[in-house]
C-alpha cells in the first residue's frame, strides 16, 4: 500500500527545461497556497477587528493590513513553487511569455494593482472619507481592494470604482482635513421683500438645527444677496455643519431648504412664483401717459419724495476682508482640526 502511494506521489506529470513536476508536488504547493490565503485571511480578521475599535491610527492598520496580505500570499505562491521542485532559474524559458502576457493581458490588472498601492501609501484617500467622483457620484471609502475601491454612498448600495479612476481622475475629497466645510444653500424671495428681515429669519433657522457648528470668526453662518432673477431675489444661505452632516449631503440640503422655507412663512417673507408681465406699448396709436388718458385710468400723483436709503447688515462684504485660513496639516482620519477646510459648492 506504501509503495503504491510513493508510485502515485512520485507520477510526473511535465517537465520544466529538466526539473520534473510530480503528482506530489502539486499537492503539496496547492496545500502551501491554501495555507497562505487561510493565513493572510485570519490577519486580515484580526487587523480589521483592531482597527475598528481604534480611533486613531485606522489609516496606518489599514497599511499593515494591505502589507502582510499581499506579503504572506506572495511568499505563499513562492514557497509553493518551491515545494513542487521548481528551480526559479528553470523559469527563465517562460519569462518572456509571461512579459507578453503582462504587456497585453494583464495590463489592466497590473495597473489597477499599483494604483491602488499609490492610494494606500499616499493617504489622500483614506478608509471612512467621503469623496465625490468626477461623474457625480458620491460615497464613504469602504475597501481600497487590488483592483477597485469600494464606495458605499448614504442609500447602502456599493459603487466600485477602478484604482486608477481615482489616480487619473478628478476627485473631491470632502472629509480629508478639518473638522467642518462651508455649504451654500441657495434660495429665493420676491422683490420688495426686506433683504434684513430674509438674513435675520434664515440664520436663525439654520443655527436651529442641530449639526449647526458653534460659530467663530472663521466658522460664521451667512446670508448673501448673489443676484437678481426675472420673478425674485436670489439668495444664499452659507453654513458650517459638524463632520457627521457634511458625509450626508442631500439630506442636510434638504434639512436646511425646510428650514428656510418655514422661517420665510412664519417671518411673512413671500416665497415667489414664475411669472410673466404682458406690456402694451400702443393703445390706439397712444403710448405711456396719452393711452391712459384715452382710457381714463391715469390717477394723480404725489410728488415724488426721496426715500431715505437703509443701511443692512451685507455678509459678503464681511467676508472679503476676513483673513484667509492657514493650510491645514496632515490629521488622522477621524480626528477633528481647527483648520478651515474648503468650501463645498454646487450641491444638488
Known sequence: MQTELERVEEFVLFTIGRTPVTLGGI??????????????????????????????????????????????VIIGFVAALSTVGLDFSSLA?????????????????????????????DRVVNIGDYVELEGGERGQVQEIGPRATRLRNNDNIDIIVPNSQLIEGTLVNWTLHGATRRIHVPFAVAYGADKEKVRDAVLAAARSLPFA???????????????????????????????????????????????????????????????????????????GDKALDVLQLKTPQDPEVPKAVTLTTNDAAADVSRPLPPPARDTEPGAESLAAGPEITGLT
Do not use: C
Not at 493581458?105 to 499609490?118: A, D, M, R
Not at 440640503?253 to 413671500?270: F, G, K, Q, S
Open 27 to 72: 499537492i503539496a504547493g496547492l496545500l502551501v497556497v491554501v495555507a497562505a490565503f487561510a493565513l493572510a485571511a485570519a490577519l486580515a480578521f484580526a487587523l480589521r477587528r483592531v482597527r475598528a475599535r481604534t480611533r486613531y491610527g485606522g489609516a496606518a492598520l489599514y497599511i499593515v493590513e494591505k502589507l502582510l496580505t499581499y506579503g504572506v
Open 93 to 121: 524559458i517562460f519569462a518572456g511569455a509571461i512579459g507578453v502576457g503582462v504587456g497585453l493581458g494583464l495590463q489592466g490588472v497590473v495597473k489597477e494593482f499599483v494604483s491602488g498601492l499609490v492610494l494606500i501609501f
Open 213 to 287: 457648528m458653534p460659530e467663530d470668526e472663521v466658522h460664521k453662518s451667512q446670508v448673501w444677496l448673489v443676484g437678481f432673477g426675472e420673478s425674485a431675489l436670489k439668495f444664499e444661505l452659507l453654513v458650517w455643519p459638524d463632520l457627521s452632516a457634511a458625509k450626508r449631503p442631500n439630506a442636510m440640503l434638504a434639512a436646511y431648504t425646510w428650514a428656510i422655507d418655514d422661517a420665510l412663512r412664519a417671518a411673512n417673507i413671500e416665497i415667489p412664483y414664475p411669472q410673466t408681465d404682458l406690456r402694451i406699448r400702443s393703445l390706439f396709436g397712444h403710448e
